[in-house]
């Protein structure tokens, strides 16, 4: 489907966006639309730099940078899918222990048999030597992809040193490209001044128009209806305030929630456990009211910006804890709490504070706390708006550093 006309105002034309199908219980609101809308030229960049190597038979590297949002994950797998060459591609967050990257990509780039052997440092370092071999006498380019990567530089500094540095080896075939958040990150890299740097390509915050198209493109093809014009009020506000998509997406999702049942509590979580068996539709679909309602109770959360210190590191913990697919507790959040307050000086919280502090934040909507009569540090929290609880904390020194991991060596 050709990529829908943007009229100067934003909106999309009511053809596409208003469609006569109904809201629907199970919203899934697609977050990846092919092909990529708003980043036709971020792909195209992406895919010269690929076929100019493979065409030469030379290796090189790519460094992706850009803020959260931004498309980044989403086009670099698009593009990675559509290789067909020798390839792995590796989120770096989801490596518990960073000093086993080398063998991941070993057993990525052999088609993911790693002999069901447990990865431990020391078999890192006779798998490095093996994949260094194999990039080096093997003639085909092997196409290396590492996502989240400030991860890497945080917990090892050689380690990207070293990877960034296989392109610029003799008789090595290969090529890198590395995602992170951070502009910097290759400044930063202690490799050799003769070493040339990597190829750059950063992916700015989204304009209005291309928010619209996005989120027009998605809803269009769920079959939801949603006025045009919530639409276009929707994209506004959400580049106006941070250009992250998933931010749209989340006020889509909680507006089809309140056209679906007015009763239900906007900030309810999508497919919680009281949801009820089964919705009455309704017929009008999303109107501007509802997505207004879901921008009101957003703005309502602007006092997060005036949080102490503390407590906005504990939305950082639970944030990393969630990217990290691992629980949210009471306990979870004091000992990450406490890794990162250690390299700060920050005061100690005792275990009553992170309880109080959780049933804070709680109150203003950014938390849900089920308490554990048994032990409190199994108490489970959960986030009631990922999304809006992670805009809250962005842009701000100390928490972007917390979330790259700079500070407390992430998750």
């Not at 900030?267 to 919705?279: F, K, L, M, Q, T």
């Amino acid at each position: 489907m050709a990529t829908p006309r943007i009229n100067r105002r934003g909106a999309i034309p009511s053809a596409l966006v208003d469609t006569p199908k109904r809201p629907r219980k199970s919203c899934r609101i697609a977050e990846v639309c092919e092909p990529l809308v708003g980043r036709e030229k971020e792909i195209q960049f992406m895919e010269d730099v690929i076929a100019e190597h493979m065409k030469s038979e030379t290796s090189g590297s790519l460094y992706i940078s850009g803020t959260p949002g931004t498309g980044k994950t989403a086009c670099v797998d698009y593009v990675f899918r559509k290789h067909k060459g020798k390839k792995c591609l590796i989120n770096c967050f989801a490596v518990e222990d960073c000093r086993t990257i080398y063998s991941q990509i070993w057993s990525e780039l052999r088609g993911g048999n790693d002999g069901g052997l447990p990865l431990t440092p020391s078999r890192n370092q006779r798998e490095l030597l093996k994949l260094e071999g194999m990039l080096q006498e093997e003639r085909d380019i092997k196409l290396i992809v590492l996502d989240e990567i400030d991860q890497l530089r945080t917990k090892d500094s050689t380690l990207l040193d070293r990877i960034f540095g296989w392109p610029t080896l003799p008789k090595f075939h290969v090529i890198v490209i590395g995602v992170s958040n951070g502009l910097d990150l290759t400044t930063k890299l202690s490799l050799r001044s003769a070493v040339k740097t990597p190829k750059k390509l950063h992916f700015t915050p989204y304009s209005a128009e291309q928010v619209t198209a996005i989120t027009a493109k998605s809803i269009h093809k769920e079959g939801i209806s949603v006025h045009p014009t919530a639409v276009a009020l929707c994209s506004k506000r959400v580049a106006n305030r941070s250009g992250d998509i998933r931010m749209a997406f989340s006020i889509v999702k909680r507006s089809v929630i309140a056209a679906e049942s007015p009763s239900k509590k906007l900030n309810r979580s999508e497919g919680s456990e009281n949801e009820p068996a089964d919705v009455p539709p309704v017929d009008n679909g999303v109107k501007i009211s509802h997505v207004q309602a879901v921008m009101s109770e957003q703005s309502s959360t602007k006092t997060l910006s005036t949080l102490p210190t503390q407590q906005r590191i504990l939305i950082c913990c639970g944030l990393l804890l969630s990217k990290a697919k691992k629980p949210i507790t009471v306990g979870a959040l004091d000992s990450k709490y406490s890794e990162i307050r250690s390299s700060q000086g920050l005061p100690p919280l005792s275990q009553t504070d992170v309880v109080h502090f959780c049933e804070l934040l709680a109150s203003l909507g950014v938390f849900s706390l089920k308490k554990n009569s048994k032990n409190v540090r199994l108490s489970s929290v959960s986030f009631k708006s990922e999304e809006e609880a992670e805009f809250n904390v962005v842009g701000k020194p100390m928490m972007d550093s917390i979330l790259n991991g700079t500070i407390g060596g992430g998750i």
